[in-house]
């Protein structure tokens, strides 16, 4: 190759180079110095961070997932992968196996996308995952009556797990305990369900009301009591908890109004 030859070469060359220089190069070589200092990047740290590569526990577990993963996943990929081929070819039912294996591609994407929202919508009378799940669940623990409502805002309650709710302050005997929850439709209230009412005090008792804090219609209703045309949550269940037992339980009235014993 004469001289003129190299130097167009070259020529043609030096963008690649000054991209390949500028983008790989110059980061791994900048990214290799830096990682001698600490974390604020003034002061000289030697091989500390090296150290700690290889001595956070963090840090191994994410190495050690890292190997996992490069070992399992190809393995999994290429044993399914011989699975099909022999599923599809060597057997007799090897169309019926195309046909569940290739149907998906010739759905389009937003037939998909609409049967996935109906197969994990949130109501269980909608979607199938969730159908399965409850039906799962309600047959070995107790289902609950109003599985969609939840504290509204500025609620006194606040999730305490299981579909539960707990007051965010300690509640005393004598002061009614205000329970408002939102979320259940009207046509899905129970049929005992009737207007709420304000629970009254009574000495050495608590008293309460747990209804649906919500009035249809903007600027209506007052947030956190009870309006007119509110519903209670006839049926609910109530549960004194001290020190981490339960120590009385009680269900609302139609009205939403509850009583727990002295004990509680």
């Given at each position: 190759?004469t001289?003129?030859?190299?130097?167009?070469?070259?020529l043609?060359l030096?963008?690649a180079?000054v991209?390949?220089?500028?983008?790989?190069?110059?980061?791994?070589?900048?990214?290799?110095?830096?990682?001698f200092y600490?974390q604020?990047?003034?002061s000289?740290?030697?091989?500390?961070?090296?150290?700690?590569?290889?001595?956070?526990?963090g840090?191994?577990?994410?190495?050690?997932?890292?190997?996992?993963?490069?070992?399992?996943?190809?393995?999994?990929a290429t044993?399914?992968?011989?699975?099909?081929?022999?599923?599809?070819?060597?057997?007799r039912?090897?169309?019926?196996?195309k046909l569940?294996?290739?149907?998906?591609?010739?759905?389009?994407?937003?037939?998909a996308?609409i049967?996935?929202?109906l197969?994990?919508?949130?109501d269980?009378?909608?979607?199938?995952?969730?159908?399965?799940w409850?039906?799962?669940?309600?047959?070995f623990?107790?289902s609950?009556?109003?599985?969609?409502a939840?504290?509204?805002?500025?609620?006194?309650?606040?999730?305490?797990?299981?579909?539960?709710?707990v007051?965010?302050?300690?509640?005393?005997a004598?002061?009614?305990?205000?329970?408002?929850?939102v979320?259940?439709?009207?046509?899905?209230m129970?049929?005992?369900?009737?207007?709420a009412?304000t629970?009254?005090?009574?000495d050495?008792?608590v008293t309460?009301?747990?209804w649906?804090?919500?009035t249809?219609?903007?600027?209506?209703?007052?947030l956190?009591g009870?309006?007119?045309?509110?519903?209670g949550?006839?049926?609910?269940k109530?549960e004194?908890v001290?020190?981490?037992?339960?120590?009385?339980?009680?269900?609302?009235a139609?009205?939403g109004t509850?009583?727990?014993?002295?004990a509680?």
């Amino acid at each position: 190759m004469t001289g003129t030859r190299r130097s167009v070469a070259a020529l043609f060359l030096l963008p690649a180079l000054v991209l390949l220089g500028a983008l790989v190069v110059y980061p791994i070589g900048y990214s290799l110095i830096r990682s001698f200092y600490d974390q604020s990047g003034d002061s000289f740290a030697g091989f500390d961070n090296y150290e700690t590569l290889f001595t956070d526990d963090g840090i191994r577990t994410a190495l050690k997932n890292n190997v996992i993963w490069v070992v399992f996943a190809p393995t999994v990929a290429t044993a399914l992968g011989l699975i099909f081929a022999v599923l599809t070819e060597r057997i007799r039912w090897g169309t019926a196996f195309k046909l569940v294996v290739f149907m998906p591609m010739a759905i389009s994407m937003l037939a998909a996308g609409i049967i996935f929202r109906l197969v994990y919508d949130q109501d269980p009378d909608k979607g199938v995952a969730n159908a399965v799940w409850v039906g799962v669940h309600d047959t070995f623990a107790e289902s609950s009556a109003f599985p969609k409502a939840h504290p509204g805002r500025d609620s006194p309650l606040e999730p305490a797990g299981g579909g539960a709710f707990v007051t965010k302050q300690p509640v005393t005997a004598g002061t009614p305990v205000v329970l408002p929850l939102v979320g259940v439709a009207p046509d899905l209230m129970p049929d005992g369900a009737k207007k709420a009412a304000t629970a009254e005090p009574a000495d050495g008792k608590v008293t309460g009301t747990t209804w649906q804090d919500f009035t249809r219609g903007k600027g209506v209703g007052k947030l956190g009591g009870v309006d007119a045309a509110e519903l209670g949550y006839a049926g609910m269940k109530i549960e004194a908890v001290k020190d981490g037992e339960v120590v009385a339980t009680t269900t609302a009235a139609g009205d939403g109004t509850f009583t727990l014993p002295a004990a509680a």
